[in-house]
Every structure is written in structure tokens, then in C-alpha cells.
């Protein structure tokens, strides 16, 4: 809604693998691509751990991913976008603007020594070149962002953190929500007064379920099972896994196991076996 708005506000989402950072970003993006939720902000989402971690790959396929979601024909698979000529295509449907842009980008990449560090910079900017050429406004969401840093590996390239900051304070049509699953290094990313990024993303920490979500996840799991599950197992199923999604995903379908199939008791006990199987 600020976006719409004109106001670009940056968000950071951290927390532990698998306790829902891409369910909730999916889950947005769902909501806000059905049809019927016409607004001027585009969205796109990529997971920079899919993406190829030379400067050359990932600007041309952090582009693809881009060429991708804004024609907004998900018929076609992503990796169609990742050549020279598809992009070129794509890019000539959106205005002469944009697609002088991405040419330009490719003039580059056909050079016997390419410029990495211009490169990632043309590949940074290409959302605000299509949302000035559009009118429109773009929310980039990226997943497994700390994936990026990987770039800093190579001498032209060096600090993609400050080149990535560098783009963004320039931009004006662009918000970005990024999330990752390296706490410590998520906070350092983000949170240390000497990162580039300090001050410029908001850091929210996607936290496991309290025991109100944890039972109604469990009671969800259960239902395949029977309709009332005893309180002494909903108790069980919160302390072995303290809250987080995927633990009590997995320990319930365990216990599902073990009651239908073994013929177990509905019982603490059960919980407790099926959560040590599934550690195990």
C-alpha cells in the first residue's frame, strides 16, 4: 500500500530454514496476483540461491527472472528468459526505453572482458528502468539474499553490498523484501553500523508459532486422523517442537503414522517417539 502511495519502504525477513520466510512471501505473492487485484505495482520474485553466481550469470538471469514476472505470462517456464534472444524479445514488447536498456546489457556481455562491476549495476537497475518506462511501480522480492555475497569473490566486483545500495538510493518506482535464513549473518547484513545496507532495510524476524497457532496447525494435521484431538497431545506436540512450523508439521504426520498404521495410542508418549523417529 505505501508503494502505491509513493513511499518506498525496504523490508528484511529473517528467521530459522523452514519456519515459513517463502511461505509468507508466496503467500502475499498469491494474494496479490489473482485476478481482480488490479494495482499499478508490479510484483516479482526470485531465490537467489537458483540463480548462477558468476557476475555474467546472475546479471543475466537475475534480468530473466525480471523479463519474466513483468510480462506476467507464467505459461512459459523462467529458464525461457535466461538467452540473449528471449530476453531481447521480451524486452522489445515493453518500450524502446527498456529495451535499449537490456541491449545495452548485452552489448556488454559480448565484450572478451566484460565489465562485472557495470554489469551487476545494469542487472540492480534494470525494475526502475521498467517502472519509469511503465509508469508503474515494482516490489522486488528477493529470497535467500545473503546468496549474493558470493559475487563479492571476484577483485571487480568486491563489495556487492555497497554496489546494491549504490543502485537502490538512486531509485525511486522500487521496493524490495528480502529474506534469508542466516540469523547471524542476516544481522550483520542488515543491522551492523559498518554494512552498507545499515539503516536502509527494516529487519523483521519470522519467529516460531505460540501455542494458540502451534494447536491449530496440529488440530489441522490431526483432522486426517479424528475430529477432537486430547489436549494432553496438543500440549506434547508444542514441547518437543516449541513452536516451529515445520516440526510440528512433520511430528504430527509421524504420529498419524504411528496411530493408523502401528495402531498406536493418541497419547503424549506417541508424540514424543514420533518426534525422536523424525530427528533421528
Not at 43 to 52: E, F, I, K, S, V
Amino acid at each position: 500500500d505505501l508503494l502505491a502511495q509513493g513511499v518506498r519502504k525496504h523490508l528484511a525477513l529473517s528467521g530459522f530454514r523452514r519456519v515459513g520466510k517463502t511461505v509468507v512471501l508466496k503467500e502475499f505473492l498469491r494474494r496479490n496476483l489473482q485476478p481482480g487485484s488490479a494495482s499499478d505495482c508490479r510484483l516479482a520474485y526470485m531465490d537467489l540461491q537458483r540463480l548462477a553466481l558468476t557476475p555474467e550469470g546472475f546479471a543475466v538471469q537475475y534480468v530473466g527472472y525480471l523479463l519474466y514476472w513483468m510480462l506476467g505470462d507464467f505459461r512459459q517456464r523462467v529458464e525461457s528468459f535466461f538467452d540473449a534472444p528471449a530476453q531481447l524479445a521480451a524486452a522489445g514488447q515493453m518500450g524502446v526505453a527498456f529495451a535499449e536498456h537490456v541491449v545495452r546489457l548485452h552489448q556488454e556481455l559480448q565484450k572478451e572482458k566484460p565489465d562485472q562491476h557495470l554489469l551487476l549495476e545494469m542487472a540492480f537497475n534494470t525494475p526502475e528502468v521498467y517502472a519509469q518506462a511503465s509508469g508503474q511501480r515494482v516490489m522486488l522480492i528477493l529470497d535467500e539474499f545473503p546468496e549474493i555475497l558470493a559475487l563479492d569473490n571476484y577483485p571487480q566486483i568486491h563489495d556487492v553490498l555497497a554496489l546494491f545500495r549504490a543502485v537502490l538510493q538512486a531509485q525511486s518506482r522500487v521496493a524490495y523484501v528480502v529474506a534469508g535464513s542466516m540469523i547471524g549473518l542476516m544481522e550483520r547484513i542488515f543491522l551492523d553500523s559498518t554494512s552498507p545496507l545499515f539503516v536502509h532495510f527494516q529487519l523483521e524476524t519470522i519467529g516460531p508459532f505460540g501455542r494458540e497457532d502451534c494447536d491449530a496447525l496440529a488440530r489441522k494435521r490431526f483432522s486426517l486422523l479424528a475430529d477432537r484431538v486430547p489436549g494432553e497431545v496438543l500440549a506434547a506436540i508444542y514441547q518437543v517442537t516449541r513452536g516451529h512450523p515445520f516440526y510440528i508439521y512433520a511430528t504430527a504426520m509421524r504420529v498419524i503414522e504411528n496411530v493408523s498404521l502401528l495402531h498406536k495410542p493418541m497419547s503424549p508418549a506417541t508424540v514424543q517417539e514420533a518426534f525422536t523417529l523424525e530427528t533421528l
